[in-house]
């Protein structure tokens, strides 16, 4: 079996751990844990989707209209 890791691949799983670190900090109180979970999606792409869409629609943990972190 010969697997090959294509470069748009690695791009996917970089992006999902970043985007799924990101929506984790402000959705969930675990975003290493969502961040693990949406790289390795990443492999997979249509679970990538599912994975982004189900992180795009839970509701948030905190205010996110202040602008403390920018500070």
């Known amino acids: 079996m010969n697997i090959s890791l294509d470069p748009g691949l ?3 799983t970089i992006v ?7 929506m984790g900090k402000r959705k969930t109180q675990f975003p ?11 492999f ?10 189900v992180l795009v629609l839970v509701k ?3 205010d ?4 403390e972190d920018w500070l």
């Open 10 to 12: 690695i791009f996917l």
């Open 32 to 42: 290493i844990l969502i961040s693990g979970i949406a790289f390795f999606t990443g």
């Open 16 to 22: 999902m751990a970043v985007f799924g670190y990101h």
């Open 60 to 62: 948030d943990t905190r």
């Open 44 to 53: 997979i792409p249509i679970l990538a989707l599912i994975c982004v869409i």
């Open 64 to 67: 996110t209209t202040s602008n």
